[in-house]
């Protein structure tokens, strides 16, 4: 399938990606007409040449646009780095373009460097979690015919491990965070020797940029394949026309880069605009809201469970330069925006997003923020609820969600989910919504959260939002436990806050006061901890028995 895409030619030698999309009869149907600037997309288009030197031509280069502790980067410190590792890849490693490199490291300038000069060289990302371990390296490696990789030195362990145990993977070029070249690094040395200037690979704007893993909370993560093209519509959807990025913004947030959350909010968006990220050492919401306090942070990126914590911290700190929030990962809970509201002054935005789909495509800006609902189909976006025969259904009824526009699923070598994913050219991303009659989205559950329960569906999400309600519960993931009467119960597992006393009884009939009492838990288990992803989503098929 190399050289098909609508483009123009490819400029990757190495095809193995281009031969692993889904046929394009199983892609969804794409739509660029929505937005000006979706429209203006040209054929021939390297990302990072139009997230980078093209700010550069704009004369912006000497604007900040990374931050890290006490270092800072301009954008012409961006540009000459990225270069000069894109020259290192083509000639010190031999990168062939197309040919796939894995990147590993924390948030830092330096990983943002090895990003974009990937993109330059004519090469695809594959950025890792920092935290995954040497089996989960491996079977990225492996799925993905990993060839290079590039990684901080403090995250070299796992990485060696992995490459031990598998084929093909050249030795490992290491850097540091923000690329001062201690023991054990070995990229900026070769990076050095480089002139700083780099011919920047002319791809097709269908030519492969990124490959994605799903984030594992339904099983082994599935790789999702994502063009030059995809990351320019994604930077001209959400932050152009909810977010409303400004080149005066200091953006900082939680998600990692190798979330496309994460690459969206702290890399696509702000590079886009002219702006900047400041990448935090410490995720902890007392440590985010020192940082908006210190660095006077005007947007952050991050996911409910933090923005529950900032709410009871936030009277501490001066917030006042902080203008918007954007959560994503997980639907937000209306307690939670309500709370964060009380405390800040602040209407969050509710992203609702996928790695399929790169980002998000359902919000509303704050002044259209209402508590408790999503939002609507950003502009470019279509969205609807269907049955499961793919029909419309009427408004306030439950169904799933259907989407198009700019961005959409393609699985590497997987037809069977593809075909499972996308149906008559909608992307279904596995949700359950409700659509009222002003066209907003309310979220019920996940396709795969739904509870059957005695006849009754309950959504695990609802009683999870219920128990939240209470003033002694920090965290709650709520699953169906089988039940001989009953075929399912509904089972919570609850994080109480320090220093809480609250029995399974009260919390039981604290939710039947919240919402219908055939929804409350019939047996609550108390832990110490959820198991998440490194994004911070609830592994809710780790709880099921």
């Known amino acids: 399938m190399a050289g098909t895409a609508p483009g123009g030619a490819t400029a990757h030698i190495d095809t193995f990606a281009a031969d692993r999309l889904p046929d394009p009869d199983l892609w969804p149907a794409f739509d660029f007409t929505g937005t000006p600037e979706l429209a203006q997309i040209p054929d021939r288009l390297n990302a990072a040449a139009e997230l980078l030197d093209r700010n550069f031509a704009l004369g912006h280069g000497a604007r900040p646009v990374l931050h890290l502790d006490d270092v800072s980067w301009s954008y012409d ?3 000459r780095r990225a270069n000069q590792i894109a020259a290192v890849l083509v000639e010190d490693c ?7 490199v894995l990147l590993r490291a924390p948030n830092t300038p330096m990983l943002v460097a090895c990003w974009l000069a990937v993109l330059k060289a004519g090469g695809i990302c594959v950025t890792t979690m920092a935290l995954l371990r040497a089996g989960e390296l491996k079977y990225i490696i492996e799925k993905a015919a990993i060839a290079h990789a590039l990684c901080d030195v403090d995250f070299a362990d796992d990485l060696e491990e992995a490459r031990a145990q598998t084929e093909g993977l050249n030795p490992i070029l290491y850097f540091s965070a923000a690329g001062s ?8 040395a070769l990076a050095d020797a480089k002139s700083g200037s780099f011919a920047n690979v002319d791809t097709a704007a269908d030519d492969v940029a990124l490959i994605a893993f799903t984030s594992g909370t339904t099983g082994n993560p599935k790789g999702t394949m994502h063009f030059h093209r995809d990351l320019i519509a994604a930077a001209d959807c959400l932050p152009r026309t909810i977010a409303r990025v400004l080149p005066s913004d200091i953006i900082t947030g939680t998600p990692p880069l190798a979330f496309t959350f994460g690459l969206g909010g702290l890399t696509l968006f702000p590079m886009r605009y002219g702006a900047s990220t400041r990448f935090v050492t410490d995720n902890a919401p007392d440590a985010l809201l020192a940082a908006i306090q210190q660095y006077r942070i005007t947007q952050i990126y991050t996911a409910p469970t933090a923005y529950r ?3 009871t911290l936030a009277a501490d700190y001066d ?8 959560s994503a990962g997980e639907t937000l809970p209306k307690a939670t925006w309500e709370a964060f509201f009380e405390a800040t002054g602040i209407r969050l935005i509710d992203g609702l997003g996928a790695t399929e789909l790169l980002h998000v495509f359902v919000a509303a800006a704050p002044d259209n923020m209402r508590a408790g609902f999503t939002g609507t189909a950003i502009p470019g976006y279509q969205a609807r609820v269907v049955d499961a025969d793919g029909k419309q259904v009427p408004a306030n009824t439950a169904g799933l969600l259907a989407v198009r526009g700019p961005t959409g699923c393609r699985y590497m070598d997987d037809e069977a989910r593809q075909k499972d994913y ?22 019920v559950s996940r396709a795969d959260d739904m509870i059957i329960s005695a006849g009754y569906n309950i959504a695990g999400p609802e009683v999870e939002a219920a128990l939240l309600e209470h003033a002694g519960v920090a965290e709650c993931a709520v699953v169906g436990a089988p039940n001989e009467a009953r075929t399912n119960i509904v089972k919570a ?9 609250v029995d399974a009884e009260a919390l039981q009939d604290f939710v039947k ?6 929804k409350y838990p019939r047996a609550i288990e108390f832990v110490a901890e959820l198991p998440k992803t490194q994004t911070g989503k609830l592994q809710r098929f780790k709880l099921r028995t």
């Open 94 to 100: 031999g990168l062939r373009s197309g040919a796939r």
């Open 513 to 518: 006061a919240h919402i219908a009492p055939y």
């Open 493 to 501: 597992f609850v994080v109480l806050r320090d220093g809480e006393m």
């Open 77 to 79: 410190d961006l540009l």
């Open 422 to 443: 996308v149906r008559d050219g909608w992307n279904y991303p596995g949700d359950i919504y409700e659509q009222d009659e002003d066209g907003y989205f309310r979220y």
């Open 319 to 326: 917030l006042s330069s902080l203008r918007l929030g954007v």
């Open 309 to 311: 914590v900032m709410a």
């Open 181 to 188: 070249k201690p023991d054990g690094a070995t990229l900026e």
